[in-house]
């Protein structure tokens, strides 16, 4: 038997390992596969990751573009999930990158000691970044959170105390709710930003409205990922989910449900079910972020008519704003054409003028560049 | 440690260091040229934007953020 898991954060990850524990036995082979040059998502990126259990092929720099040139009994989709960017005035200009961006670019070797830093947006990711940014030399400025108090203390309410500690392990002065930038200002770099009726200089600006499931390629494989049994299997029996690609639920959250996936692929249903109530409790912690950080309607008219929504393609706010559907602006405009196919403005149209994403179609992803391939490596 | 050359200028990075980060550590800020000719940098850092494309040892259009800096690496922006 063959089980193939796709993305290598910590839902693929915990699938691996409870999948290779659980076809120890009968001799089935695992392979993990993530289009990133190392394992551990997006949370372990730069190191923490857990070790590949011995039995478990890996398969690094292959991204997935299509589902044709896959192989398998039984198919894990991890693939975990993506920030959210709003449009607003400059808000293309360098130096302004996504929060969970600025981070990886420092796990990545980006030097930001000294960097007057501003991080806005949404969600607990924003004072885990100013952490992680001011532990690695940055000057934060500012946190500015668009939750309101009120959310924000009824969702502390509901914390467990382990989560509880972490918020007080993370916790800045700078952190500001009811606040979000309104523009950034700069003609080459960014130089400051609007926040809260002020102007506050800066290098860089992180900025992120939570996460969006990366759900392309179960829907190319026309299954959906938010349809699935207990056993996180899909309507077709042969393909399970697990991880943030279901919805946004945090690390603790995908762990359990890699793993019952993982288990549950090898057919261990028993060991599965040992994680059920878990998840359950996870869940919960999984509605009560979707609706302490539920974005405000003020945030859908930030951008101006000539700011771009579209990056790659430079479509404006205005070409886009009397069109009646995705479908519609993609005729006319190119809107959702570029290299990205949406990732970027589809998540943000859909917020600013509610429209529904489109069909995915192969390939995923433009693949003329040697950095990765899709399925020609031999797994190490 | 390696050694890569950004525009024409040599840099020395730490290893495991990503070409997006390399380039905005060497000050460059400016990747690439939008389709109406703004100056655009990296965004999401994790291979799903697209903003951060430069050539790299000749390929044009390759995502700095997803390669890994390698001795020898000739990276141009625009
Ligand atoms: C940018 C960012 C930063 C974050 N930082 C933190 C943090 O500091 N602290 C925190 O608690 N939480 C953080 N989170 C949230 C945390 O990442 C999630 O809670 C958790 O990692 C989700 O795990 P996952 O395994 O579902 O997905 P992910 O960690 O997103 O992993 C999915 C993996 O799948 C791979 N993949 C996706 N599609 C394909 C494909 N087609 N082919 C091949 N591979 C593919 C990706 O490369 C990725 O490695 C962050 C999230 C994001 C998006
Ligand atoms: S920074 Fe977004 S793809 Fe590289």
Redesign the interface.
């Known amino acids: 038997m063959k089980i193939v898991i796709v993305g290598a954060g910590p839902a693929g990850l915990a699938a691996a390992r409870s999948a290779a524990e659980g076809v120890a036995r009968s001799g089935a082979d695992v392979t993990l596969i993530d289009?990133?040059?190392s394992t551990g998502g997006?949370i372990w990126?730069?190191g923490g990751a857990p070790e590949i259990e011995t039995g478990v092929a890996t398969l690094l720099n292959t991204?997935v573009a299509s589902p044709d040139l896959l192989t398998f009994d039984k198919l894990i989709l991890a693939t975990g999930a993506?920030?959210l960017?709003l449009p607003f005035p400059g808000w293309?200009l360098?130096?302004?990158?996504?929060a969970?961006?600025?981070?990886?670019?420092?796990k990545?070797?980006?030097?930001v000691r000294n960097k007057r830093v501003v991080v806005a947006g949404t969600g607990p990711l924003l004072l885990a970044v100013a952490h992680y940014l001011k532990t690695h030399g940055a000057d934060i400025r500012l946190i500015a959170e668009q939750a309101p108090w009120s959310k924000l203390i009824r969702f502390g309410a509901a914390l467990p105390s382990r989560k509880w500690l972490e918020a007080l392990r993370l916790w800045n002065p700078c952190f500001s709710p009811s606040t979000w930038v309104t523009e950034a200002q700069g003609t080459?770099?960014v130089k400051s930003v609007s926040a809260g009726g002020k102007k506050i200089p800066c290098d860089y600006l992180a900025i992120g409205y939570g996460l969006v499931p990366n759900t392309e390629l179960p829907q190319l494989m026309k299954v959906d990922p938010c349809a699935l049994d207990e056993y996180q299997r899909t309507s077709n029996p042969a393909i399970f989910c697990a991880g943030e690609v279901t919805g946004i639920g945090g690390v603790d959250l995908s762990i359990v449900e890699g793993s019952i996936a993982g288990y549950a692929a090898a057919g261990d249903v028993e060991k599965a079910r040992a994680f059920f109530v878990q998840r359950d409790r996870w869940k919960r912690f999984g509605t009560a972020l979707a609706e302490a950080f539920a974005l405000r309607p003020e945030l859908a008219q930030l951008a101006r008519p000539d700011t771009?929504v579209c990056?790659?393609?430079?479509v404006t706010y205005q070409e886009l704003v009397a069109k009646a559907s995705w479908r519609e602006a993609k005729i006319h405009s190119r809107c959702g054409m570029?290299?990205?196919q949406g990732?970027?403005c589809g998540p943000a149209v859909e917020f600013l003028f509610g429209w529904k994403p489109d069909s995915v179609r192969p390939p995923l992803f433009?693949t003329?560049?040697?950095?990765?391939s899709m399925i020609g490596n031999e797994p190490q | 440690m390696p050694e890569i050359t950004i525009d024409g200028r040599r840099v020395t990075?730490?290893e495991?260091?990503?070409v997006?980060?390399?380039i905005?550590?060497a000050g460059v800020?400016?990747?690439r040229r939008?389709?109406?000719g703004?100056?655009?940098?990296?965004?999401?850092?994790?291979?799903?934007?697209?903003?951060c494309?430069v050539t790299?040892d000749g390929?044009p259009?390759?995502?700095s953020?997803?390669?890994?800096?390698v001795d020898g690496m000739v990276v141009e922006t625009t």
């Open positions: 289009g990133n040059h997006q990126r730069g991204r993506r920030e960017f293309t360098p130096g302004v990158f996504g969970g961006g600025l981070q990886a670019l420092v990545e070797g980006l030097d080459t770099h771009f990056r790659c393609e430079d570029g290299p990205c990732r970027v433009p003329p560049s040697g950095s990765f | 990075v730490r495991q260091t990503s997006a980060a390399a905005l550590q800020s400016s990747f939008s389709v109406t703004e100056p655009r940098a990296a965004l999401c850092g994790m291979g799903i934007c697209y903003e494309r790299i390929e259009h390759a995502l953020c997803q390669t890994l800096c």
